[in-house]
């Protein structure tokens, strides 16, 4: 899952990068409104958390922007504390939910899992495939019932084919949802990455459930499933 956080209040926007990107996310900054309209038109986002305030284009405008384009990530808007007619003004504009300054990290995740749920296909809580199970609240994976501990890339890899099991992600996909705008392409880090997937969610376990579809990408799926191109 990728996020981009239009945020200008730089305190402000390394709290929320980094309590995201220990929940394993992607996450992009931008510091004012027109760096935030570049990122989300060039990207795909999952969701974008779009202060209001902000320096160039406020945040109103760069919604209204957004909702022109024909890919519509969720949006989150952080809205000033008495800023009734800003909350009421976003949701007419098309914001999914708001959060009003301040407010503790935790609920912050917690709106963030929860508009990250309602986007696209209504993920179940629990995440399953044969006997490999995610969850996503507590972001632990199991295998044949035993903890499976992964690092923040491999998980947010493997949350993303099991939420698409049974169906090719490629690797383009993979950089996007999972990688930042840093992300180099001439890398082999998503095979070095993928390497440390399947050591830890296949090796010792039959059936095998991740799958390279040669020069496309990756597929995860259970072995009864229909067999790999
Ligand atoms: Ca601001």
Do not use: C
């Not at 760096?35 to 202060?51: C, F, K, M, P, S």
């Amino acid at each position: 899952m990728r996020i981009l956080v239009v945020e200008d209040e730089p305190k402000v926007a390394r709290f929320l990068e980094r309590g995201l990107r220990q929940q394993s996310y992607a996450v992009d900054v931008a510091p004012d409104g027109p760096e935030g309209l570049h990122l989300a038109r060039e990207n795909g986002y999952d969701l974008i958390v779009l202060d209001v305030m902000l320096p160039g284009i406020d945040g109103f405008s760069v919604l209204r922007e957004l909702r022109r384009q024909q890919e519509q990530p969720r949006v989150l808007m952080l809205t000033a504390r008495d800023g009734v007619h800003d909350r009421v003004r976003g949701l007419d504009l098309g914001a999914d939910d708001y959060l009003v300054k301040p407010f503790d990290l935790d609920e912050f995740l917690a709106r963030v899992r929860a508009l990250l749920r309602r986007s696209g296909t209504d993920a179940p809580l629990l995440l399953t495939v044969a006997d490999l199970e995610l969850d996503p609240r507590t972001r632990s994976v199991r295998r044949a019932g035993q903890p499976v501990e992964l690092t923040a890339k491999p998980f947010a890899i493997l949350d993303l084919l099991m939420r698409r099991a049974g169906e090719v992600v490629t690797r383009a996909e993979l950089a996007e949802h999972v990688w930042d705008r840093f992300f180099d392409p001439f890398s082999n880090v998503i095979d070095v990455t993928m390497h440390q997937l399947r050591d830890k969610v296949d090796r010792g376990f039959s059936p095998r459930l991740i799958h390279t579809v040669r020069g496309v990408g990756y597929v995860l799926r259970d072995a009864k499933g229909p067999p790999s191109r």
